[in-house]
């Protein structure tokens, strides 16, 4: 396509699932530019009615997730009369998801983010992760159900995060050539410990970029790619010794980082429970 399409995400929630499949999606597409138009919490009528107003105003596909079957209506009429696609996202799982339960789908907008117990205890989850980044506050370490050790710019950070929004209290130390980490970390018995490592090129020119953005261009050990070199074999020597997994992040997204991650401290938590512990 020459010009880019126009891409309508309705939701009657916060649109993450119906943005994370867009995403998804248009991944698979090169070379195509879209227009997003993204219509979140679409609860009423009268919201309903402005989405409307701007699809007719810049006609293109449209996917969503609205439970409320008059709204839903509403939406696949006027798509059907100005003859462009009108998809829904969780309607064939919802049906099939019932059809296997045999039971009928409660049919609440925004349910996933109700104010529940396993919401607040995923906001006790950011809390601490946000809190035991990059090395703070070593003294608790235990409580944490992932702790990533890894050299500077391996995305310690953002994969904590995102991590901690499932649910998880993940902390996270800076491995430093030449110092010791923290004793806490060496005696920690219920965390699942990840080293994070990358390819020294990689890391020189992450390590660069951050410099630049910084307007700092002097000469330093911090991008001098043999010092490098031996500050990731160092790394990934020690967490050999530890026994710990390590994870390379030379070529992954955050997103597949988390998800190696969450498989393996799935499995842990598996034969831990087999094991007694």
């Excluded at 390590?207 to 990731?232: F, G, M, N, W």
Aim: glycine share 4%.
């Amino acid at each position: 396509m020459d010009e880019p399409f126009h891409l309508h995400m309705v939701s009657d929630s916060t649109g993450e699932t119906v943005s994370s499949v867009v995403r998804s999606v248009m991944s698979q597409f090169e070379k195509v530019e879209m227009e997003e138009h993204s219509w979140t919490l679409v609860r009423t009528r009268g919201q309903m009615e402005r989405v409307l107003e701007g699809i007719r105003m810049y006609p293109g596909i449209v996917m969503y997730t609205i439970i409320d079957l008059e709204l839903q209506d509403a939406l696949r009429h006027t798509c059907e009369d100005m003859d462009i696609p009108c998809v829904p996202l969780l309607a064939r799982p919802m049906r099939e998801m019932s059809k296997f339960l045999g039971i009928k789908a409660r049919e609440a907008p925004g349910r996933q983010h109700e104010l529940d117990e396993e919401y607040f205890a995923r906001v006790d989850a950011i809390n601490y992760t946000l809190a035991h980044d990059d090395g703070q506050h070593y003294d608790d370490l235990e409580k944490a159900d992932i702790i990533l050790v890894g050299v500077s710019r391996t995305s310690k950070t953002p994969t904590s995060v995102y991590l901690s929004y499932r649910g998880l209290n993940v902390a996270n130390v800076p491995f430093v050539s030449g110092c010791p980490l923290p004793d806490s970390l060496h005696h920690v018995q219920r965390p699942f410990v990840v080293g994070l490592v990358i390819s020294p090129d990689r890391l020189l020119q992450i390590r660069k970029s951050r410099l630049l953005s910084l307007h700092e261009d002097r000469e330093t050990p911090y991008v001098d790619l043999d010092e490098i070199k031996a500050e990731v074999l160092e790394a990934r020597r020690f967490f050999n010794k530890k026994g710990w997994p390590v994870l390379d992040v030379t070529r992954k997204s955050v997103e597949e980082s988390a998800a190696t991650i969450m498989q393996h401290y799935l499995k842990y938590k598996e034969e831990r429970k087999n094991n007694g512990r």
